[in-house]
């Protein structure tokens, strides 16, 4: 009896994939919370504001993105995120009000601008699922909406294991 010859189906396959993790943007991904310098866990005192931004070790910022919040549920003036911003701008590659996933989502955005995706023109394409990093669920939904004019299908996954998102029509 003749044994078969095993195919690797997805090897041979005319599968893109895109890897969104392969991407991850340049730079440590860091946040400054203020929820630390609240008076009492409820009240931001501009001196406090002023006395912390006096005293903080601004160069740990150095070629990192920073994402600016408060995690507490305290009123916060606009003017307190503004001055954060202006004493992290020295350092930070990047400064962004919100916490970290919209900071990388923000980042994501950028690359995703940046990207050729001319590429993809009637290329099926898997938009891979499993990353080491985290990938912003909004990063996926931007990759999908650059796609679609462009492939001819697009999945989500991996190429042995996919879900169908869209097909062109013929």
Known sequence: MEQDEII????SSSLVTLNLEELFPIGEVTQIDLKDILYQGLILREKDLRDFIKAHYWQQYQNKNVAVFCSEDAVIPTWAYMLLG???????LKVVFGDRNTL?????KEILDKTDWEKFRGAK??????????????????AALRLRPLASSILYGEPCSTVPLYKKPK
């Open 86 to 92: 202006i004493a992290l701008e020295p350092f930070a």
């Open 104 to 108: 990388l989502s923000q980042l994501y």
């Open 8 to 11: 690797n189906r997805v090897a």
């Open 125 to 142: 394409v898997v938009i891979k699922g499993c990353s080491d990093v985290h990938v912003p669920e909004s990063a996926y939904v931007e």
